[in-house]
């Protein structure tokens, strides 16, 4: 089956410094990857998706991701934190290759904490 | 403006009563979903439809039960048979249900249950 494992429940940055939020997947098949991002008590966003192609992603808020097929990773980035990127963010894997319609299997996700 | 509501944002349920979440999209998507999210869990589906008349049990699909009457609205019911129903609670919607789209959600119910 499918999944996605994110390393660390929380991670810790300082402005201005770079942000590395780790995402690896199991996948039978060539998978589909998303980035979502949370900010508190609201609805998930889309960062980024890959899905065939060029293989770092560039995304919105200046985030990008490299999908590694022989590291099984989608790890997404950013060169410089801002205080706004303090958010949860998802790992996700799309399962619904045989079936011909999307299934999303989301990580644990990842909360990011900024300071100053 | 475009875009997915949930109504209401917070919800208090007694022990034994049923209760139903709104969710209404303009985006004109055919599929739409429902998500339970619990801390340190992620998400997890419940229910989803890609066409309307037509739905699908996710993976805890348990104590829940939806309608697709109409493309625009996918309302879940949290019924008494839902052991742990205390959970923020996400609709989401795509263009198609397709592998590659992308879910747009809503903003989410808070469930509690007293």
């Known amino acids: 089956a499918q999944s996605v494992t994110q390393l660390g429940s929380h991670v810790s940055v300082s402005e201005g410094a770079l942000v590395l939020l780790r995402c690896n997947y199991s996948s039978s098949v060539p998978p589909y990857l998303f980035w979502y991002v949370q900010y508190p008590n609201q609805g998930l966003q889309l960062l980024l998706k890959y899905t065939t192609g060029a293989t770092l992603v560039k995304g919105i808020n200046g985030f990008e991701a490299e999908f590694k097929k022989s590291e099984t990773s989608f790890h997404l980035t950013k060169p410089s934190a801002h205080m706004s990127d303090a958010a949860e963010y998802f790992c996700?894997?799309?399962?619904?290759?045989?079936?011909?319609?999307?299934?999303?299997?989301f990580g644990t996700g990842t909360r990011l904490l900024v300071s100053p | 403006d475009g875009g997915i509501t949930q109504s209401p944002k917070y919800l208090f349920r007694k022990e034994g009563q049923n209760v139903t979440l709104s969710c209404e999209q303009n985006l004109n998507h055919d599929a739409m979903y429902w998500y339970r999210q619990d801390p340190g869990q992620g998400l997890r589906l419940i229910y989803y439809?890609?066409?309307?008349?037509?739905?699908q049990k996710g993976d805890i699909a348990e104590g829940y039960s939806v309608s697709r009457e109409k493309k625009e609205s996918f309302p879940l019911t949290v019924t008494s048979a839902q052991k742990n129903p205390t959970a923020f609670y996400l609709c989401?919607?795509?263009?198609?249900?397709?592998?590659?789209?992308?879910?747009?959600f809503g903003p989410g119910t808070r469930l509690t249950v007293l």
């Open positions: 439809s890609q066409i309307v008349n037509d739905f």
């Open positions: 989401a919607s795509s263009t198609s249900g397709g592998e590659t789209d992308t879910q747009y």
């Open positions: 996700a894997v799309s399962v619904g290759k045989n079936t011909g319609f999307q299934k999303l299997v």
